[in-house]
Nanobody, 126 residues
Framework: QLQVVESGGGLVQPGGSLRLSCVVS????????IGWFRQAPGKEREGVSC????????AYADSVKGRFTISVDNDKNTVYLQMNSLKPEDTAVYYC???????????????????WGQGTQVTVSS
């Protein structure tokens, strides 16, 4: 059974850091691309980052470039999203999603993903 499960969300002050984890099971990360999305209240879901080819392909939204870093541990079947210099506007539910294919082109097209996690809340507030 193919499954993705996120964790690592929480409450953090502006300027702080969090690391989200996405554990995948039932498939190989070498054959799938993993995307991170987020959705704030009253806003549409947006693509944040993507990693594919076991780490050889990555992509970031302009709003997080230089602050977020996506990485993969193939031995642990886990994708990480390291979030630094967090801002209040980063507050959202963060979702991990998987799609067949190894590239991140068009990563922010949510309909292209087949498997979704349940989401983890990230709140940036003082």
């Amino acid at each position: 059974q193919l499954q993705v499960v996120e964790s690592g969300g929480g409450l953090v002050q502006p300027g702080g850091s969090l690391r989200l984890s996405c554990v995948v099971s039932g498939f190989s990360l070498n054959s799938f691309a993993i995307g991170w999305f987020r959705q704030a209240p009253g806003k549409e879901r947006e693509g944040v980052s993507c990693i594919g080819m076991g780490g050889g392909s990555t992509a970031y939204a302009d709003s997080v470039k230089g602050r977020f870093t996506i990485s993969v541990d193939n031995d642990k079947n886990t994708v990480y999203l390291q979030m630094n210099s967090l801002k209040p506007e980063d507050t959202a539910v963060y979702y991990c999603a998987a799609r067949l294919g190894v590239y991140c082109s068009g990563y922010d097209y949510s309909e292209s993903y087949d498997y979704w996690g349940q989401g983890t809340q990230v709140t940036v507030s003082s």
